[in-house]
């Protein structure tokens, strides 16, 4: 059982393998968070000391004792309007002005298996194993019911909640804020770690002390964003890669975010996840249901190791429903950075004759293959061949891709319209506008009103068309701007704030209905790179190109920050041409190769280029891959320098399940003389178990490297370390095997 009620004390207890998770009724109703952290058998109500301090309001029932105020008590969920000054988790009001929401609890329920919210993506439970709790929060004046919906995953360490918010009155209730979950800490030194960055530089982690005050991580630009990920880390002073505490709070949901997390006045502090309230309100009519997007937390004692494993564990087998998860997935080539919108069959044609000399097993034809779609002004949203370019349409073409023995795949990106197109001409009022305003315009394109099911129903009919007339084996479905300009005209004046969300309701009952249809198509998700980088998204994308920035020293930071939350095979990563056209910077081949295979692998440049030793190159890295496959899809993965080591390499490590198979990868990233020896200590060997080094590749390096022992213990390389001879060059690298013997 990992939910437990007991009855004497109304409390809940919610317990996974390395955490407890617990709550009470309080003598007044109100719904308290007791403790979240190391696995005990103590009920730890003792640790809620009711106190008083001036100028925060108790409840009523405490008006003569004074303890208890509810600004100061560890509150599950938070209406607004009596006396919780901190952030509230849901603000409302009703049709007669009734403003917030004073919730009690009213009653609960635990079930077998794992609850589901309608209409956006959450996590599912196969195995049957997972546990539910319900409990019903309810405020008296207004009549609206919070229902708390915890799911309880014991051995993925892993607790998701959300909230069915419903209007239990008789009049009209106005949602202004309608967040997923709310965690109260108790008062300490927290640092929170997040996701910061812009396009072409997602994902970057930065760690600060949470200071007393509010610190925001958001997005408000309809989309989960380069900018802010949504996922915390919340972690003590003391926590590191293999020790410390560190909770984890990360949203399972695409558009506009907001975590606010709040230091208050004593020192406690309160995370508050959901939807963006800014450009949020909903309509409940009596008896209506708003459900609100799903939040995965976990806890662990033993540092960010841990907790990254539990999230890469946990969305590969409870969010990701893709096929792909298990299948192999193919090597492929993207005609972008070979040929951006400058091609025609040959030169696609081309690029596929020389990726199938090379080994390569899948061509991706990206923009530009439709419409008038021969710069970015023109063509989204008339998903028909240009067949000026493509004689004859795509069918020939693809097939004489397949006879080269390669499979063939796509760029879409069906949520924008030009208005340079047939789509626009015929239904301008499909695009998100506001009546009597000139839109933002951004890549000159304009976004469509998915909030409309006919545009969702046209998408829907127009894809499918695409995808069962032709061969098709792979999707990129790109979104190439943020979202702006909501104003629906399928919507009354009163559901205008309604857009955003409803927005991302029509993308996933899109993304649903033709995931569902071609279970066999293998659909990469896209944002102008990793700018929808999130749980959501990848329910039906195993893979996500991480960042339209492909300079692999960039990568490196942008693929370890990704890591913390998401697993390596969801990250898509490719080999680019040098200089790199985002940067100027050129790494040695074998650099990009090895840090591209720090996830799903492909090539993204014009292979004619390639000298001859480069072409053994490919063949070599295509063979690596095959054979390291699944230690890199689905081993343990470790980052091996964090932002407090020296600063000139970066390391990672996979690690098989069964501790058998060690793969380290190694970038020296600052050219310096005297550099010295480089140490790095492994982890999650067996410490008894013996190790023999299988082989130790450079690449780019310079200088050849004396020989070394070649037997260890597990012990020895985690504790003592393995010592890399000084590397001379411009971004080496390294890659070295170890099999447990
Ligand atoms: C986005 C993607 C790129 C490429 C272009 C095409 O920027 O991230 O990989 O597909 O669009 O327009």
């Known amino acids: 059982m990992s939910i437990t009620f007991i009855e004497d004390k109304k409390a809940f ?137 915890y799911g309880v995953f014991d051995k993925e360490d892993m607790i998701t909640r959300a909230v069915r918010l419903r209007n239990g009155s008789d009049q009209k209730i106005t949602l202004e804020k309608a967040g997923s979950a709310c965690l109260d800490l108790p008062s300490g030194d927290y640092d929170l770690i997040h996701f910061h960055g812009r396009h072409t530089l997602e994902r970057q982690a930065e760690r600060v002390p949470v200071m007393t005050g509010i610190e925001t991580v958001s997005s408000k630009r309809g989309a989960s964003s380069h900018q802010q990920n949504p996922f915390v880390i919340l972690c003590g002073k003391d926590a590191g890669e293999e020790a410390g505490e560190c909770f984890g709070m990360m949203l399972v949901y695409s558009g506009s975010h907001r975590f606010d997390i709040e230091k208050e006045q004593t020192g406690s502090v309160r995370v508050s996840a959901g939807i963006h309230e800014e450009h949020f309100s909903w309509l409940l009519r009596p008896n209506e249901v708003f459900e609100t997007p799903e939040v995965l937390m976990t806890f662990s004692d033993r540092g960010l190791s841990a907790l990254s494993d539990s999230y890469h564990r946990f969305i590969r087998s409870h969010i990701c429903k893709s096929a792909y998860m298990e299948r192999k997935r193919p090597v492929l080539i993207n005609s972008w950075e070979a040929c951006y919108f400058d091609f025609d069959s040959e030169k696609i044609l081309d690029l596929a004759r020389r990726a199938a000399e090379l080994g390569i097993e899948m061509l991706v034809m990206d923009d ?20 000026d370019r493509l004689p004859g349409g795509l069918a020939p073409l693809i097939g004489k891709i397949r006879d080269m023995g390669l499979k063939f795949g796509i760029w879409v990106e069906p949520e924008m319209v030009n208005e340079d197109s047939d789509l626009y001409r015929a239904h301008p009022d499909w695009a998100l506008t506001v009546p009597g305003r000139k839109p933002s315009v951004s890549r000159n394109q304009l976004v469509l009103d998915m909030s409309r099911p006919e545009v969702v129903d046209y998408l829907y009919h127009t894809l499918h068309s695409l995808l069962a007339d032709h061969d098709i084996a792979y999707v990129k479905w790109d979104m190439n701007r943020h979202l702006t300009d909501f104003y629906s005209r399928g919507l009354p004046p009163e559901r205008q704030g309604e857009v955003p969300h409803r927005f991302m309701l029509g993308l996933y009952d899109l993304l649903e209905r033709l995931t569902e249809d071609f279970p066999d198509v293998l659909f990469e998700g896209c944002s102008g790179g990793g700018g929808r980088f999130d749980a959501a998204m990848l329910r039906y994308f195993p893979q996500i190109w991480c960042s339209d920035d492909t300079d692999a020293f960039e990568r490196l930071s942008i693929q370890e920050g990704t890591s913390y939350g998401y697993p390596i095979s969801s990250v898509s990563a490719h080999v680019s041409a040098v200089p790199n056209h985002q ?65 000139d390499h970066k390391a990672w490590e996979f690690v098989s399940r069964d501790r058998s198979q060690v793969m380290v990868s190694l970038v020296v990233t600052a050219a310096r003389p005297c550099l010295g020896p480089i140490r790095i200590r492994l982890r999650g060997l067996l410490p008894e178990a013996d190790y023999e080094l299988v082989s130790r590749e450079t690449f780019g390096c310079g200088n050849p490297l004396p020989d070394q022992r070649k037997r260890f213990t597990g012990a020895a390389l985690m504790k003592g370390g393995y010592v890399l001879p000084e590397m001379f060059g411009s971004f080496p690298s390294c890659r070295i095997l170890f099999k447990k013997v």
């Open 13 to 149: 207890l919610l317990e996974t393998c390395h955490s407890s998770y617990q709550m009470q009724v309080s003598e007044t109703g109100q719904l308290l968070h007791l403790y979240y952290g190391t696995p005990t058998h103590d009920l730890m109500d003792y640790l809620c000391v009711p106190f008083d301090v001036g100028f925060s309001p108790n409840p009523y029932e405490k008006k003569l004792t004074r303890g208890g105020s509810s600004d100061l008590l560890p509150l599950e969920y938070s209406g607004q309007n009596t006396g919780d000054f901190r952030t509230a988790s849901v603000c409302s009001v009703r049709e007669d002005g009734i403003w917030g929401a004073d919730f009690r609890y009213e009653g609960h329920e635990i079930l077998d298996g794992k609850y589901s919210i309608k209409g956006m993506p959450s996590a599912f439970d196969k195995s049957g194993s997972a546990e539910s709790l319900k409990i019903l929060l309810r405020d008296e004046a207004s009549g609206l019911e919070a229902e708390l919906l």
């Open 368 to 387: 530009g293959w439709f419409g008038k779609r021969i710069d970015d002004n023109a063509g989204l949203g008339d998903w028909y061949v240009n067949e």
């Open 583 to 647: 940067t100027g910077r050129i790494t040695p081949f074998g650099t990009r190769g090895l840090t591209a295979m720090q996830g799903s692998f492909g090539y993204e440049l014009d292979l004619k280029t390639l000298t001859e030793e480069e072409k053994s190159e490919v063949r070599k890295q295509i063979a690596d891959y095959h054979a390291l496959y699944d230690l890199i899809q689905k081993g343990s993965y470790y980052r091996l320098t964090d932002q407090m080591g020296r600063g």
